[in-house]
């Protein structure tokens, strides 16, 4: 009934026609442009627009996100999936063979059971990290050392660069099934949250352990100080996805790849911290905005060090690759946590927030993603006591929950529209079936909770 163009007409063109009853529709669209007046850029006339699938404008500034987006993505893409697949075989023939995964595990019971770990750590369960940490500070980094030294011998000999050395330390360093870099990334977290609180008191202060991940360990991982430390807690969790929120998803269509290359592009922005900057200096935050800063002169230091000592393809290969690598699979990670939003309310985080019962291939309970909104702080044990304390809030607005099934699958079915694909792994809550959604009602509100964007740009 209404051109996608007609939407951007002023308001008063729009107000006269309401006499004219064939036309009611259009002062919803009033209303609409009223709603997201003060968060929508006006478009001059001058300005070249293309209209997307859902009826956005794309001005050159849309476009050059989608562009921008398009080189994150693609450029390093055949080295990551060739990375994820070597992974992903790596944890198959470790099951069917030497099953070290598992032995590590029983190392770390062990340690639990007969070593004093608690006492080096804030949590009684969390001494495995004690393990995890000698492994990811002491163990890796001496390994980039070992590959920084051959490389640069072989260089400095008339050799070449070593391409099969850099493989192989891409591949242990993200681990079987990506494990290391699931915990170096969760850990980065978790620490931010507790403000350097994971290991106990004096070993944090002593043996500088306080941001061991975001500072230290994070460096061979792609992880910048200032992401997780400042931004994430002191922005995405002050505004929960709103038109504030320096990496929200509100304003695109969900599910859509093309939507998402935008996102890839907002997500780097806050990844180098170029967002977070702008960000707290508006606000007047400067403390933050330094810190933040200073990340960014930290991590460039260690490129410089890199290139200096070793080479620029090294650099390449061993720092910046990793952290490419590792923002394209976090941006479709929180791509995935905020797909889907209440149309009737924006701010219901029963619905704004995924939960996966029985995720597959994740730690720490991560996947309870609306009790972390809710209780961003709390230790990670209490993740599942508190998703069953407020189960019925769940059942009461259909919550999102998918159950049996890996966040990356979900992220793949929702930019790929595969809503039947997202209704199979649902939870509908209840024992009567028969006051459950039918599958045409729950694809229509789930594309509908996808497609529904809270603000634009």
């Keep these: 009934i209404i051109n996608q163009q007609q939407l951007y007409l002023s308001r008063p063109k729009l107000l006269e026609m309401k006499k004219d009853k064939k036309n009611l529709i259009l002062k919803t ?7 997201h007046k003060k968060a929508t850029k006006k478009t001059s006339k001058n300005t070249f627009t293309t209209i997307s699938e859902h009826g956005q404008p794309y001005t050159f500034a849309r476009w050059l996100e989608f562009f921008v987006g398009c080189f994150f993505f693609f450029v390093p893409l055949p080295l990551v999936v060739c990375q994820i697949a070597c992974c992903t075989l790596w944890e198959g023939l470790d099951q069917m063979t030497l099953k070290l995964i598992k032995k590590c595990t029983q190392i770390n019971e062990w340690c639990d059971r007969n070593l004093p770990y ?20 002491v163990c890796l980094p001496a390994y980039f050392l070992v590959d920084a030294y051959a490389q640069a011998q072989s ?18 360093r993200i681990g079987p099934m990506y494990r ?5 990334y969760v850990l980065c977290h978790k620490e931010a949250h507790c403000h350097g609180k994971l290991f106990s008191l004096p070993y944090r202060e002593y043996m500088g352990l306080q941001f061991v991940y975001n500072y230290f360990i994070g460096f061979f991982h792609g992880v910048i100080p200032g992401p997780f430390t400042e931004s994430h807690i002191y922005n995405h969790h002050k505004y929960d996805n709103n038109m504030h929120d320096v990496y929200s998803t509100g304003a695109y269509p969900r599910d859509s790849f093309k939507q998402y290359l935008r996102y890839v592009y907002i997500w780097f922005l806050y990844a180098l911290n170029i967002s977070s900057i702008k960000k707290f200096y508006a606000e007047g935050s400067m403390d933050k905005t330094y810190r933040c800063m200073a990340g960014c002169l930290y991590y460039t230091f260690g490129l410089i060090l890199c290139s200096k000592f070793v080479s620029p393809l090294f650099t390449i290969m061993y720092v910046w690759y990793p952290l490419i690598e590792a923002n ?5 990670v929180n791509y995935t946590w905020h797909a889907f939003v209440d149309p009737d309310d924006h701010g219901n985080d029963y619905v704004n927030s995924t939960t996966i019962l029985d995720a597959m291939n994740f730690t720490l309970d991560e996947e309870y993603h609306v009790v972390h909104h809710q209780y961003s702080g709390v230790h ?28 990356f699958v979900v992220w793949g079915m929702v930019v790929n529209k595969d809503y039947d694909g997202l209704c199979d792994y649902f939870v509908q809550y209840g024992e009567d079936k ?12 789930l594309k509908a909770r996808l497609r529904v964007t809270t603000w634009s740009h």
Excluded at 328 to 332: K, T
Excluded at 436 to 442: A, D, G, I, K, P
């Design 434 to 445: 028969s006051k459950h959604l039918s599958r045409e009602e729950l694809r229509e509100l």
């Design 29 to 35: 669209a009033a209303r609409e442009i009223c709603f």
């Design 328 to 332: 394209i699979l976090l941006s479709a």
């Design 180 to 184: 290391n870099f699931m915990y170096v």
């Design 155 to 172: 260089l400095a000999a008339g050799n070449g660069f070593i391409w099969w050395r850099a493989a192989i330390y891409n591949i242990i």
């Design 380 to 407: 990670w044990s209490k993740h599942k006591e508190l998703y069953k304390r407020h189960i019925e809030e769940y059942k009461k607005c259909t919550a999102t929950v998918f159950q049996g099934t890996n966040i």
């Design 118 to 137: 608690k006492k080096f750590v804030e949590h009684p369960r969390d001494t495995f990290i004690v393990n995890t940490t000698i492994w990811l500070a």
